[in-house]
Each structure stands twice: as C-alpha cells, then as structure tokens.
C-alpha cells in the first residue's frame, strides 16, 4: 500500500511566523503535489514537483514556497504566515506516467491566528 | 478544463447500487474523466478514471455516455464505509495544473 504521511494533523501558528509542513512518500513517486482545500473553493493546486530539485508553480503559489531535496520528501514553506492561509493542506504523489491516479496524505489543518 | 456539475448531495440504502451522475457537456476530446471521494477528514482517494470507454475496477464502475457530455459512477453495493464526498473531474492527462475538485456529491448511505 502506498502510504503519504504529512508531518502534523493540526498545527496552530501566529501571524508572521515561519511554517513547515512536511510530506514524506514510501513508493518512490516521481510527481509530489501540494493543495490546499477550502469550503466553497474545492482543491486548489499550490505547487508541484516531477523530480528532485525541481518545481512549479501550481494555482495559488503566492505566499508559498516548497523544497524538494529528497525524492521521498515535499516541503511546504509559508515563509510569514497570515490568517487568509488557514486551510486544510493536502500533500498527493503519484508515478510519473500515471498522473491520475493521486495517492493523498491525510492533510493537515493548519490555523493563522 | 471542461466545467463539471453534479448534485449537491444523494441517498442510497446499504446494499443497493449507487449511480452517482455528472455533467461535463463542454469536454475536449483529450481529456479524461476522474473519480475522486473523500471521507470525512481524510485525503481524497482515486476511484476510477476513462476517456471514453466503461470501465471496471474492484472499487467502481464507470458508464460514459457515448457523447461524453456526461457520466456515471456505480458503486454497485454501497456500504455505509462509503459515505463520502465523491468528486467527478475532467482534464486532459498530463495537465497537473488544474486539478479542480469542485464541490462534488455528498453521498449518504443508510442502513
């Protein structure tokens, strides 16, 4: 079974803090994604990586960053954090040639008081 | 990315076949139908997708029409598990961008 871990169920952070939130896959997926769900606005795509080191822009980028050292691994920045960014954060993976079917973490619901 | 409308929400008793519908009349002939549902407070998981052919998998069946204006998703033995919000999207293959959920079908299955 492929599993997508995300780092926090829930995370509470303050305005203008630095937030990490960590994506980790175990089936050596070439394709990670990072969203962002909202009522009434659907899954929203902020970023995205086909490989290593590499990234694009999704959606939604502003007030985003990401990193991907590690094949595993897909990092979302939010380098000052600000209410309007408090969602429910999904991380997804999948095999290169295969972008349809996502294999979704189980999302982190991150708060900007 | 062709638009999609489905209803906001169905009943379907445990046992019986669930045929969730969904409109998608301005689709391209490049882009693929997806099957997505999320259960409450969990990601999204994949269903199913097709271009124009039905499909099968253990989890669904996929009827589209022979326009393509249009499809329908069959559980064919709802359980309660499978209450959820199912999400009918289309897009071209390779398109990552654009993966939009929508508001889907919120599926209620009773005992």
């Known amino acids: 079974d492929v599993k997508v871990t995300q780092s926090s169920r829930y995370l509470v952070k303050r305005t203008g803090e630095k937030v990490f939130l960590e994506c980790v896959q175990d089936?050596?997926?070439?394709?990670m994604f990072w969203y962002r769900q909202d009522p009434g606005l659907g899954l929203r795509l902020i970023y995205f990586?086909?490989?290593?080191?590499?990234?694009e822009k999704g959606d939604i980028p502003e007030g985003y960053s990401v990193s991907r050292e590690k094949k595993e691994r897909f990092s979302l920045i939010l380098e000052s954090a600000s209410t309007n960014q408090t969602s429910m954060y999904l991380c997804?993976?999948?095999?290169?040639?295969?972008?349809?079917?996502?294999?979704f973490g189980p999302g982190t619901r991150l708060t900007v008081t | 990315d062709a638009k999609t409308t489905q209803p906001p929400s169905m009943d379907c008793a445990e046992g019986r076949a669930a045929n969730l519908p969904c409109n998608h009349s301005?689709?391209?002939?490049?882009?693929?139908v997806y099957w997505y549902r999320q259960i409450h407070s969990q990601g999204p998981q994949y269903i199913i997708h097709g271009l124009k052919n039905n499909e099968t998998n253990e989890m669904a069946s996929l009827i589209i029409t022979e326009d393509r204006k249009s499809s329908t998703l069959i559980l064919p033995h709802a359980t309660l598990r499978d209450t959820a919000v199912y999400y009918c999207?289309?897009?071209?293959?390779?398109?990552?961008?654009?993966?939009?959920f929508g508001s889907g079908t919120k599926l209620n299955v009773k005992p």
């Open positions: 990586s086909y490989d290593v080191k590499m990234k």
């Open positions: 301005t689709i391209s002939g490049n882009e693929y």
């Open positions: 997804a993976s999948t095999i290169a040639g295969t972008p349809y079917e996502q294999y």
């Open positions: 999207i289309v897009r071209a293959q390779h398109n990552f961008n654009k993966f939009y």
């Open positions: 089936m050596d997926h070439e394709n």
